[in-house]
């Protein structure tokens, strides 16, 4: 008698989506990091810079820092980080969204992609569209949404008006973080 075999992949794949399907659909509700893979619905509450923004989920819970996958946006002291802001402001406060998180950064933040449900619209590559957010790409890497930057650029929209706008990482290279106490000359 000859045995059918499952192959491997097929069984990994079957087991993973049995797992997704057996959690809930957020669970921000006790507390809890949300679920990485997850699809929930939330409202943006708070903008914090270019590409962070606090979403309290709908179905009730605790609010969450998320920071938008995919960019890189100036920082909120650097120039053209205040204008980043606003440009989230006017795409994502008060709008209802949908939130996946995919990993979680060193500072606990979860890394997500959001996209407002008013127009279908990813928040991440809207940013980069406009030129106020990098696309994410490192080395020969390119970024999520090169092709929105590559866009941008040419258009010179937004911080892509100048020619050779300073990276967020750079930035912080030299002057350390937004709020950081500088050290006094001659130190």
């Known amino acids: 008698m000859r045995r059918w075999r499952v192959p491997y992949a097929a ?6 989506l049995a797992g997704l399907l057996a959690q809930p659909a957020v669970q921000a509700q006790d507390g809890q990091r949300p679920a990485t893979g997850v699809r929930w619905n939330a409202r943006v509450t708070y ?4 590409d962070s923004v606090w979403v ?4 009730g819970g605790k609010r969450q820092r998320l920071r938008i996958d995919g960019v890189d946006a100036p920082e909120i002291c650097q120039t053209h980080g205040p204008e980043s802001r606003q440009a989230l402001q006017a795409l994502a406060l008060n709008q209802r969204v949908r939130v ?4 979680y950064d060193r500072y606990g933040r979860a890394i997500a992609t959001v996209v407002r449900l008013q127009g279908d619209v990813d928040l991440g590559e809207r940013m980069v569209e406009e030129g106020w ?13 090169w092709r929105a930057e ?8 937004g911080l892509f008006a100048e020619r050779w706008p300073e990276l967020p990482a750079d930035f912080r290279n030299r002057h350390g973080p937004c ?8 130190d």
């Open 150 to 157: 590559a866009q941008a650029r040419w258009a010179g929209r």
């Open 133 to 145: 957010a990098w696309t994410d790409g490192y080395g020969t890497r390119l970024g999520k949404y």
């Open 100 to 103: 996946t998180v995919w990993a």
């Open 11 to 16: 069984r990994l794949a079957a087991a993973m």
């Open 179 to 186: 709020g950081a106490a500088k050290p006094a000359s001659g």
């Open 47 to 50: 903008v914090v810079d270019g």
């Open 56 to 59: 309290q989920p709908l179905v």
